[in-house]
């Protein structure tokens, strides 16, 4: 299993990255919030060779407008991963599944996947929807052994001292970035190819 960290305005910009595989940052929230530290914690996962996933944490509204908004805040690079957050009681999981699809056809050269905690995945998912990939959070059971029966990717095993680690369900970083659709050889910032342009309507 490959290690890793997910991030939000929570923690610092100078997140410990020794031992670790890939990093999930919180870029956005609704249609209005944005993470004021993303933009600088994706850096510190980039200089550190790491594969980098982004995520949206949902709310009450427009799925497609929520959708749109995140991905308008992101240069998106090839392998990076994008993520709905799903912890508000006020999205459905049809919204769930809505914006897990939009998203998919706006990005559709990038892997979409869902986080969720066991007991929404048990108790509030009636499609077993997940994007390309579920990532549970699980903090209940050690990494690497969440308590779902459906397939997972990524699993949330702990949230100790402000951190929320995770494991990766890969043999090694090359099957990771072989799945995102990243370059195989790592790379540091200033050696990687110019980014894209945010994804517009």
Known sequence: MLHGIDVSSYQSEKYPVDDIDFAFVKVTEGTS???????AQRDRARKAGLVVGYY????GGSMTAQGDYFLGKIKLRAGDILCFDWESTSVTCA?????????????PGHKVVLYCNRDYWLH???TSQAGDGLWIADPEHAAGHPAVKHSWTFHQYSSAGNLDRDVANFADMDALR?????PKAAAEADEAPPEGEPVSG
Do not use: I, M, Q
């Not at 919030?33 to 933009?39: A, M, S």
């Open 124 to 126: 509030r998912d009636t």
């Open 95 to 107: 919204e769930k599944d809505a914006w897990l699809a939009h998203v998919k056809r706006k990005a």
């Open 33 to 39: 919030y944005t993470n004021p530290k993303w933009v």
């Open 178 to 182: 072989s799945w995102a659709g990243a």
């Open 56 to 59: 949206h944490f949902g709310s």
